[in-house]
């Protein structure tokens, strides 16, 4: 009568093992985003998503465990105040041309969603000129690691803006 089935049982465990075993690594969309981010049609912008997500990425802070103390700390993936990057590595990684890229930040930025800044950077004797620095906005890496708080009232999310 209390017997459990076998199958039942190897099920649950080999679903067990999987789930703490965390696997997902990379870009996560969160499926608001597909609701929140469209075009004028009202279809979800996913090109728009799929760079939004990259960045988001990157400012996802990375678990580090000291293996002497055990202590978890969270640290940047990225080394200063900004995330470094360039409009090569979109065009490579989403296969989008670089007009499309330069409409999909500049539709982020009237957003208030991020900024891009441009520097020059000087490493190990050489300058490297006009290098794309990404800015995500602190109200918004604030909404995408809280699971209660809503879309900020002060960005303009619900703006229509012109397709991509």
């Not at 067990?16 to 929140?36: F, Q």
């Not at 728009?48 to 990425?57: D, K, N, P, R, T």
Request: charged share 25%; with cysteine.
């Amino acid at each position: 009568m209390g017997r459990k089935s076998t199958f039942a049982t190897n099920v649950a465990h080999k679903q067990y093992k999987i789930i703490h075993h965390p696997i997902l690594t990379g870009n996560i969309t969160p499926h608001d985003w597909y609701k929140k981010f469209t075009n004028s049609r009202g279809r979800p912008d996913l090109s728009l998503i799929s760079v939004l997500a990259e960045i988001v990425y990157w400012y996802r802070p990375k678990k580090v465990k000291d293996n002497q103390t055990g202590d978890i700390t969270y640290v940047n993936k990225f080394l200063g105040d900004a995330w470094q990057t360039s409009y090569e590595h979109f065009e490579k990684k989403f296969g989008f041309n670089r007009e499309k890229l330069r409409r999909i930040f500049v539709k982020l930025e009237q957003m208030g969603i991020c900024t891009r800044e441009f520097r020059n950077v000087k490493l190990r004797g050489q300058t490297y000129n006009n290098r794309l620095f990404i800015h995500l906005s602190p109200q918004f890496l604030s909404f995408c690691f809280s699971l209660t708080c809503p879309f900020p009232k002060i960005l303009n999310f619900g703006k229509l803006l012109p397709d991509i």
